[in-house]
Protein backbone atom coordinates (compact mmCIF):
# COMPACT_ATOMS: atom_id res chain seq x y z
CA UNK A 1 0.00 0.00 0.00
CA UNK A 2 1.01 3.89 -0.08
CA UNK A 3 3.27 5.21 2.51
CA UNK A 4 3.62 8.56 2.69
CA UNK A 5 6.15 10.58 4.52
CA UNK A 6 6.67 14.00 6.07
CA UNK A 7 9.14 16.40 7.13
CA UNK A 8 9.95 17.69 9.31
CA UNK A 9 7.87 16.78 12.66
CA UNK A 10 8.32 20.14 14.22
CA UNK A 11 9.07 23.12 12.66
CA UNK A 12 9.68 27.14 14.19
CA UNK A 13 10.04 30.20 12.49
CA UNK A 14 9.81 33.70 13.28
CA UNK A 15 6.61 35.63 12.48
CA UNK A 16 6.62 37.02 9.25
CA UNK A 17 9.02 34.29 7.65
CA UNK A 18 8.17 31.57 5.47
CA UNK A 19 7.84 27.81 6.54
CA UNK A 20 7.97 24.58 4.20
CA UNK A 21 6.61 20.99 4.71
CA UNK A 22 7.97 18.16 2.83
CA UNK A 23 5.79 14.80 1.98
CA UNK A 24 6.76 12.06 -0.08
CA UNK A 25 4.65 9.29 -1.02
CA UNK A 26 5.57 5.65 -2.90
CA UNK A 27 2.93 4.64 -4.62
CA UNK A 28 2.58 6.16 -8.35
CA UNK A 29 -1.35 5.97 -8.89
CA UNK A 30 -1.87 8.50 -5.96
CA UNK A 31 -3.70 11.17 -7.84
CA UNK A 32 -4.50 13.73 -4.97
CA UNK A 33 -2.98 15.19 -2.24
CA UNK A 34 -4.52 17.38 0.32
CA UNK A 35 -3.03 19.24 3.29
CA UNK A 36 -5.21 19.60 6.28
CA UNK A 37 -4.80 22.07 9.54
CA UNK A 38 -5.53 20.69 12.76
CA UNK A 39 -5.50 22.91 15.74
CA UNK A 40 -5.58 21.43 19.13
CA UNK A 41 -8.41 19.73 20.54
CA UNK A 42 -10.00 20.37 16.78
CA UNK A 43 -10.92 18.41 13.54
CA UNK A 44 -8.61 18.60 10.98
CA UNK A 45 -9.49 21.38 8.33
CA UNK A 46 -8.59 21.28 5.06
CA UNK A 47 -6.89 24.18 3.73
CA UNK A 48 -5.34 23.90 0.26
CA UNK A 49 -4.88 20.57 -2.40
CA UNK A 50 -3.48 19.78 -5.70
CA UNK A 51 -4.45 16.56 -8.04
CA UNK A 52 -1.77 15.02 -10.41
CA UNK A 53 -2.39 17.01 -13.72
CA UNK A 54 -1.04 20.26 -11.77
CA UNK A 55 2.32 21.29 -10.67
CA UNK A 56 1.70 23.90 -8.64
CA UNK A 57 -1.48 25.95 -6.69
CA UNK A 58 -1.53 28.74 -4.93
CA UNK A 59 -4.55 30.35 -1.90
CA UNK A 60 -3.51 33.24 -0.85
CA UNK A 61 -0.17 32.74 1.71
CA UNK A 62 -0.50 29.17 1.18
CA UNK A 63 1.07 26.87 -2.18
CA UNK A 64 1.49 23.52 -2.61
CA UNK A 65 3.56 21.81 -5.53
CA UNK A 66 4.15 18.81 -6.57
CA UNK A 67 6.60 16.74 -8.58
CA UNK A 68 5.08 13.48 -9.38
CA UNK A 69 8.38 12.01 -11.00
CA UNK A 70 10.27 12.48 -7.57
CA UNK A 71 7.03 11.55 -6.29
CA UNK A 72 7.35 14.37 -3.69
CA UNK A 73 4.62 17.19 -2.79
CA UNK A 74 5.26 20.51 -0.17
CA UNK A 75 3.32 22.59 1.51
CA UNK A 76 4.68 26.44 1.39
CA UNK A 77 3.18 28.98 3.65
CA UNK A 78 4.76 32.69 3.44
CA UNK A 79 4.69 35.71 5.61
CA UNK A 80 3.47 33.33 8.73
CA UNK A 81 0.76 34.46 11.62
CA UNK A 82 1.04 33.29 14.74
CA UNK A 83 -2.51 31.65 13.85
CA UNK A 84 -0.85 29.55 11.73
CA UNK A 85 0.71 27.83 14.72
CA UNK A 86 -0.86 23.71 14.35
CA UNK A 87 -0.33 20.91 13.44
CA UNK A 88 -0.46 20.24 9.34
CA UNK A 89 -0.59 17.02 8.06
CA UNK A 90 -0.28 15.94 4.18
CA UNK A 91 -2.02 12.74 2.52
CA UNK A 92 -2.02 11.20 -0.68
CA UNK A 93 -4.83 9.59 -2.22
CA UNK A 94 -5.83 7.17 -4.65
CA UNK A 95 -9.57 5.75 -4.97
CA UNK A 96 -10.68 8.02 -2.56
CA UNK A 97 -8.26 6.43 0.22
CA UNK A 98 -6.20 8.55 1.96
CA UNK A 99 -3.31 7.70 3.35
CA UNK A 100 -1.80 10.42 5.92
CA UNK A 101 1.91 11.51 7.03
CA UNK A 102 2.50 12.06 10.41
CA UNK A 103 2.58 15.57 10.89
CA UNK A 104 4.56 18.87 11.35
CA UNK A 105 3.88 21.12 15.02
CA UNK A 106 4.49 24.13 13.07
CA UNK A 107 5.29 27.12 15.85
CA UNK A 108 4.96 30.56 14.81
CA UNK A 109 6.69 32.90 16.97
CA UNK A 110 5.68 36.75 17.84
CA UNK B 1 -26.14 23.63 7.10
CA UNK B 2 -24.76 19.99 6.18
CA UNK B 3 -22.54 18.88 8.87
CA UNK B 4 -20.99 15.49 10.49
CA UNK B 5 -21.11 14.53 13.80
CA UNK B 6 -19.96 12.27 16.46
CA UNK B 7 -21.39 11.06 19.78
CA UNK B 8 -20.35 11.17 22.58
CA UNK B 9 -17.28 13.42 22.32
CA UNK B 10 -15.90 11.81 25.24
CA UNK B 11 -16.08 8.45 26.56
CA UNK B 12 -14.35 6.28 29.66
CA UNK B 13 -15.21 3.03 28.91
CA UNK B 14 -13.21 -0.34 30.88
CA UNK B 15 -11.47 -3.17 29.36
CA UNK B 16 -13.38 -6.10 27.68
CA UNK B 17 -16.67 -3.71 27.49
CA UNK B 18 -18.17 -3.40 24.17
CA UNK B 19 -18.35 0.40 22.86
CA UNK B 20 -20.46 2.09 19.81
CA UNK B 21 -19.13 5.41 18.16
CA UNK B 22 -21.89 7.02 16.19
CA UNK B 23 -20.92 9.13 13.18
CA UNK B 24 -23.78 10.94 11.35
CA UNK B 25 -23.50 13.31 7.91
CA UNK B 26 -25.91 15.37 6.27
CA UNK B 27 -24.04 16.08 2.94
CA UNK B 28 -24.78 12.67 1.23
CA UNK B 29 -21.74 11.56 0.87
CA UNK B 30 -21.43 7.73 -0.27
CA UNK B 31 -17.88 7.54 1.37
CA UNK B 32 -17.50 7.48 5.05
CA UNK B 33 -14.27 6.42 6.50
CA UNK B 34 -13.40 5.80 10.84
CA UNK B 35 -9.46 6.72 11.94
CA UNK B 36 -7.77 6.96 14.57
CA UNK B 37 -5.41 9.82 15.75
CA UNK B 38 -2.37 8.46 18.24
CA UNK B 39 0.88 10.97 18.92
CA UNK B 40 3.43 9.67 16.36
CA UNK B 41 1.11 8.32 13.98
CA UNK B 42 -0.87 10.72 12.50
CA UNK B 43 -4.41 9.70 10.89
CA UNK B 44 -4.61 6.17 10.49
CA UNK B 45 -7.71 4.35 8.24
CA UNK B 46 -9.95 1.79 10.39
CA UNK B 47 -12.61 0.99 8.26
CA UNK B 48 -14.44 2.52 5.21
CA UNK B 49 -17.29 2.51 3.30
CA UNK B 50 -18.34 3.35 -0.09
CA UNK B 51 -21.98 3.15 0.34
CA UNK B 52 -24.77 1.42 1.79
CA UNK B 53 -24.10 -2.38 2.82
CA UNK B 54 -20.28 -1.83 1.92
CA UNK B 55 -17.90 -1.58 4.48
CA UNK B 56 -14.23 -2.74 4.25
CA UNK B 57 -10.91 -3.21 6.41
CA UNK B 58 -8.65 0.26 6.76
CA UNK B 59 -4.90 -0.70 7.90
CA UNK B 60 -5.46 -0.48 11.72
CA UNK B 61 -9.10 -2.68 11.80
CA UNK B 62 -8.34 -5.26 14.35
CA UNK B 63 -11.02 -5.12 17.12
CA UNK B 64 -13.05 -2.93 15.42
CA UNK B 65 -16.33 -3.14 12.69
CA UNK B 66 -18.60 -1.36 11.15
CA UNK B 67 -22.38 -1.45 9.57
CA UNK B 68 -23.76 1.04 6.60
CA UNK B 69 -26.97 0.45 7.20
CA UNK B 70 -27.82 3.79 5.25
CA UNK B 71 -26.11 6.71 3.81
CA UNK B 72 -25.83 9.27 6.51
CA UNK B 73 -24.28 6.38 9.40
CA UNK B 74 -21.48 4.60 9.61
CA UNK B 75 -21.00 3.26 13.68
CA UNK B 76 -17.82 2.05 15.02
CA UNK B 77 -17.78 -0.92 17.22
CA UNK B 78 -15.19 -1.92 19.79
CA UNK B 79 -16.03 -5.48 20.22
CA UNK B 80 -14.05 -5.95 23.24
CA UNK B 81 -11.89 -2.40 24.29
CA UNK B 82 -8.48 -2.63 25.04
CA UNK B 83 -6.17 -0.07 26.65
CA UNK B 84 -4.50 -0.54 23.33
CA UNK B 85 -7.54 1.31 21.59
CA UNK B 86 -7.58 4.67 23.95
CA UNK B 87 -7.19 6.99 21.03
CA UNK B 88 -8.97 10.12 19.55
CA UNK B 89 -10.78 8.71 16.80
CA UNK B 90 -12.49 10.86 14.12
CA UNK B 91 -14.90 10.09 10.96
CA UNK B 92 -15.32 11.69 7.98
CA UNK B 93 -17.39 11.54 4.83
CA UNK B 94 -16.48 12.45 1.05
CA UNK B 95 -18.26 12.83 -2.57
CA UNK B 96 -17.58 10.07 -4.80
CA UNK B 97 -16.09 12.82 -7.65
CA UNK B 98 -14.21 14.85 -5.55
CA UNK B 99 -12.39 12.94 -2.64
CA UNK B 100 -12.31 15.45 -0.59
CA UNK B 101 -12.61 14.27 3.04
CA UNK B 102 -14.36 16.07 5.75
CA UNK B 103 -13.98 15.34 8.93
CA UNK B 104 -16.34 15.05 12.08
CA UNK B 105 -15.44 16.92 15.58
CA UNK B 106 -13.36 13.78 16.96
CA UNK B 107 -14.47 11.54 20.21
CA UNK B 108 -11.83 10.51 22.56
CA UNK B 109 -12.09 7.19 24.01
CA UNK B 110 -10.33 6.13 27.28
CA UNK B 111 -10.19 2.67 27.92
CA UNK B 112 -9.02 1.64 31.93
Known amino acids: GENVEQHPSTLSVQEGDSAVIKCTYSDSASNYFPWYKQELGKRPQLIID?????GEKKDQRIAVTLNKTAKHFSLHITETQPEDSAVYFCAASTWNQFYFGTGTSLTVIP | DAEITQSPRHKITETGRQVTLACHQTWNHNNMFWYRQDLGHGLRLIHY???????NKGEVSDGYSVSRSNTEDLPLTLESAASSQTSVYFC???????????FGPGTRLLVL
Open chain 2, 49 to 55: SYGVQDT
Open chain 1, 50 to 54: IRSNV
Open chain 2, 92 to 102: ASSEVTSGTQY
